[in-house]
């Protein structure tokens, strides 16, 4: 009976040791808002006359659009790609008419969208989503 005694106390001291130590471990980031921002998604979507696209004739009007779902209350969102100057920030409701006109020695014109946490221990940038188109 003294014998599981003490086996009892041992483990409740072990139960309760792991506990701390769990808790200790526990990364710095589990009280950050923005510690699924990786996990968010997007489309881009390339329309040319109001028809989605994937290739286009060189010189057609093309309008650039994006949708998101980001895991984090306070985000910046950048475009890159044609039409857009380098990493460009947009607002989550923009669009962009552009010609397609590839960069020189390509036939493709590929749009990236990216985000960055802005209250965030880890804040990115994280790639959300890429298209291409060809040009003919």
């Known amino acids: 009976m003294k014998r599981l005694r003490i086996i009892g106390t041992l483990l409740a ?3 309760l040791t792991a506990g701390t130590l769990g808790v ?3 990364p710095a980031y589990a009280d950050d808002q923005c510690q699924f921002i990786h996990l968010s998604s997007g ?3 390339v329309k040319s006359n109001g028809v989605v696209v994937t290739s286009v004739p060189f010189g057609a ?4 659009s994006w949708t998101q779902s980001i895991f984090c ?5 950048m475009m890159v790609g044609p039409g857009f100057v380098e990493a460009e920030e947009v607002n989550t409701t923009s669009r962009a008419n552009i010609w397609a006109i590839p960069p020189q020695g390509s036939n493709t014109m590929t749009w990236d969208m990216w985000v960055y946490a802005a209250i965030s221990d880890n804040p990115g940038p994280y790639h959300i989503t890429q298209t291409t188109i ?3």
């Open 13 to 15: 001291t072990l139960a």
């Open 24 to 26: 200790a471990a526990a």
């Open 43 to 45: 489309k881009i979507t």
């Open 61 to 64: 009007n093309l309008t650039v």
């Open 73 to 77: 209350p306070s985000y910046t969102l």
């Open 134 to 136: 060809a040009v003919f």
